[in-house]
């Protein structure tokens, strides 16, 4: 049969004209204008990393960058295939000159050059403000889960430290015995010098001290565990073998695992990471003012409103904003009373009337809760549901989330008698009731007043799609579920790899819709 398609060009035929790589790949590709953007920005910083002196002749650093941003732009993360894909697609051929790039070396590439990498991300964000991507005017601040590269079972816990040491202990001892007899027994000129250690049991000293380093840091874990109120002997802090700086957390989509908790802010103009980082902990309250400070000094302008969710509104971050004079939204929790709670009333020194108290709000004990207590501010008093005074009566600090908190203590001394005692107080109390006011109320007080009000609603309903679009895209799209690096200062190298790679997908997708546009309005006037 010979009906089949005839291939266009044979193996093994000789072509008088060969097509140069430059034109095997289309004037609108991506690859070529991630190529323009890179090599247009300034190297200098990565280029004082080479020692041009001694070896083969470096590969261009925007070259090597170029490799693995474009490989995360298309979901390709590993190093042996970027390998790979650089002597077989003929993108990465064109994009690296037709050179072959071992993946060891594309790994050691990742991993070096944080601080350029840093310079590099913010060359980005600029050239995007310049593009009136980024504007500063809204910004959204999130965090979310990414899992270590370590193992959930394999977990070191205090207890288990404890035993692996002491097991190292013995086994090191019963060397050291063997090699002392053995010394003994040998000739003079034979015998192990003493201040030397023979290499096997040397491994062992080190590993050693490395369970040391483990052990005080899970007992570390476990005294944080303990202030917080968790028995450390029931549930004691993890320590992922594999990667100890992880942290065992909840998974976002349920479960635990080693996981670390990648940051980013996100300018809402076009979708554009303006910060980001990672930490090995749950709590991300604590990188809210120094991700403002990072994006002031890196655009050199600071938002002009900046949303993030209820674990952000503490005190602290609260009076952080208004002393940088940034337009924050958090959601608080006020004590002030919200409509349909009867203690909000014109005159609070009027007694809540019979047939509300059932409705006056309580708290986890079933007591009256603070919202039925009315602050005076001019009189610096609360009064109570029964419109009785709650006068200052001591003044003390507390440590809340690595802050002082200096909390003023509120108490009635008109409690006996009063028909809402018994709802109000707990039974066994000797003293009246008493309310709490730390610094930071009225800031919180403004706040929820401010998220209460139309405007407020409608510009915190933004920050959930602004916020949240990056790490769905990060996630679905360039595949980054699990980080590939271990330890917590390559973790934010590589997200930082991650997030410029996101921004300039976002830069390539803009400006090829302004060339096409642009190509189109030039053949309409030629037509």
Same mark, same amino acid.
């Given at each position: ?5 005839? $291939? ?28 323009? *953007? ?9 280029? &004082?990393?080479? #020692? ?36 077989? +697609? ?14 060891? /070396? ?63 202990? /013995? ?13 003994? &027994? ?55 073998? $594999? ?19 990648? @940051?980013?802010? &996100? #300018? ?11 930490? $090995? ?32 509104? /503490? ?30 009333? #014109? ?20 007591? @009256? $809760? ?5 602050? #005076? ?91 949240? /679009?990056?790490?769905?895209? *990060? ?27 996101? +921004? ?22 030629? +037509?």
């Amino acid at each position: 049969m010979d009906h089949w398609a005839k $291939a266009p060009m044979r193996r093994d035929q000789i072509h008088l004209f060969t097509p140069t790589l430059d034109s095997s790949i289309s004037d609108d590709h991506p690859v070529r204008l991630l190529d323009e *953007i890179l090599r247009g920005q300034d190297w200098s910083v990565w280029e &004082t990393e080479y #020692d041009g002196t001694r070896g083969q002749p470096p590969i261009a650093p925007w070259i090597m960058a170029g490799v693995i941003l474009y490989g995360l732009m298309r979901g390709i993360r590993s190093s042996r295939t970027l390998e790979y894909l650089g002597t077989h +697609n003929i993108d990465y051929i064109w994009l690296v000159e037709g050179r072959t790039i071992d993946h060891s /070396t594309i790994c050691k590439f990742r991993t070096r050059f944080r601080q350029p990498l840093k310079a590099l991300f913010r060359q980005v964000g600029k050239l995007a403000m310049r593009m009136g991507l980024v504007t500063l005017l809204e910004v959204a601040f999130d965090g979310t889960r990414v899992k270590a590269n370590a193992g959930r079972l394999h977990t070191w816990t205090a207890e288990r430290l404890e035993a692996a040491l002491k097991e190292l202990e /013995t086994l090191f001892e019963q060397a050291m015995a063997e090699t002392e007899r053995t010394d003994a &027994t040998a000739p003079a000129a034979e015998a192990a010098s003493p201040a030397c250690l023979p290499p096997q049991w040397a491994t062992v000293k080190a590993r050693q001290a490395k369970l040391g380093e483990l052990l005080a840091e899970a007992r570390a874990a476990d005294e944080a565990r303990r202030s917080r109120g968790t028995d450390p002997r029931k549930n004691p802090a993890q320590l992922p073998k $594999a990667d100890p700086d992880a942290l065992v957390m909840p998974n976002k989509e349920g479960g635990y695992a080693p996981n670390y908790t990648p @940051l980013a802010a &996100t #300018d809402a103009e076009q979708g554009i990471i303006v910060d980001c980082d990672v930490v $090995a902990e749950p709590r991300e309250d604590g990188q809210t003012l120094p991700t403002v400070d990072r994006i002031e000094e890196n655009f050199d302008q600071k938002p002009e409103k900046f949303l993030a969710d209820t674990q952000h509104g /503490t005190g602290e971050n609260l009076a952080g904003m208004e002393q940088r004079q940034v337009d924050f939204f958090s959601p608080v929790e006020s004590s002030e009373p919200a409509a349909g709670n009867p203690a909000k009333r #014109d005159d609070p020194r009027q007694a809540v009337a019979e047939e509300d108290w059932a409705k006056l709000p309580r708290n986890d004990r079933k007591r @009256l $809760a603070k919202s039925c207590f009315v602050y #005076d501010e001019p009189a610096d008093c609360y009064y109570c549901p029964m419109g009785r005074v709650l006068k200052p009566e001591e003044m003390r600090k507390e440590q809340r989330n690595g802050a002082v908190a200096e909390i003023r203590v509120y108490r009635c001394g008109d409690c006996a008698g009063c028909p809402l005692s018994e709802a109000c107080r707990d039974p066994n109390a000797k003293r009246g009731r008493s309310v709490q006011r730390d610094q930071y109320e009225p800031l919180r007080e403004r706040m929820a007043r401010k998220l209460k009000s139309p405007e407020g609603q409608a510009t915190y309903a933004r920050r959930m799609h602004t916020a949240e /679009t990056p790490f769905g895209h *990060i996630k679905s799209v360039m595949g980054v579920r699990q980080f590939l690096l271990r330890g917590l200062e390559k973790v934010r190298t590589e997200w930082l790899w991650v997030c410029t790679a996101y +921004n300039l997908k976002k830069l390539l997708t803009h400006m090829g819709a302004l060339r096409a546009e642009l190509a189109c309005l030039t053949a309409a006037k030629e +037509n």
